[in-house]
C-alpha cells in the first residue's frame, strides 16, 4: 500500500518560513523522484518542486524559484520542502507526489504535467498572513 504523509503545515506571517515534510512507504522511493504540489481554494493544482531519484535534479516553478528549496533523504524515504519568504499568494494545500516507476523521465519540459503524477499525499493546509 503506497503512503504519502506530510506533516510541517501551519500559518505563519508574511516573510516567515515553514518546512514541509513527507513520508513515504509502499514503492521503491529510491528509485522515484517526488515532488510537491500546491492548491488554493478555487484554483487548479499547480506544481512546486520536484527531486530526482539520487537529489542531483531539482526543478522549481517560477513563482517558487529563490525562496523555495526541495530536499531528500533516501535512506529514509522522506522529502523536504523549505519555504522561506513566504508570501500570501503561497497560501494553498500542500501536497507531496510521486510520478509512476513505469512512465517517463522528469524533465524540465514534462514535470509540471499533472498526469505523470500517480500517487499523492492527503495534504497539509499552509496559510501565509499579511
Known amino acids: 500500500q503506497v503512503q504519502l504523509v506530510e506533516s510541517g503545515g501551519g500559518s505563519v506571517q508574511v516573510g516567515g518560513s515553514l518546512r514541509l515534510s513527507c513520508a513515504a512507504s509502499g514503492l521503491p522511493f529510491t528509485i522515484l523522484s517526488m515532488g510537491w504540489w500546491r492548491q488554493a481554494p478555487g484554483k487548479a493544482r499547480e506544481f512546486v518542486a520536484a527531486i530526482g531519484w539520487d537529489g542531483a535534479d531539482t526543478y522549481y516553478a517560477d513563482s517558487v524559484k529563490g525562496h523555495f528549496t526541495i530536499t531528500r533523504d533516501k535512506g529514509k524515504n522522506q522529502q523536504y520542502l523549505q519555504m522561506n519568504s513566504l508570501k500570501p499568494e503561497d497560501t494553498a494545500v500542500y501536497y507531496c507526489?510521486?510520478?509512476?516507476?513505469?512512465?517517463?523521465?522528469?524533465?524540465?519540459?514534462?514535470?509540471?504535467?499533472?498526469?505523470?503524477?500517480?500517487?499523492w499525499g492527503q495534504g497539509t493546509q499552509v496559510t501565509v498572513s499579511s
Open positions: 507526489s510521486a510520478p509512476s516507476q513505469y512512465g517517463p523521465a522528469l524533465t524540465d519540459r514534462n514535470v509540471g504535467s499533472l498526469a505523470l503524477w500517480d500517487y
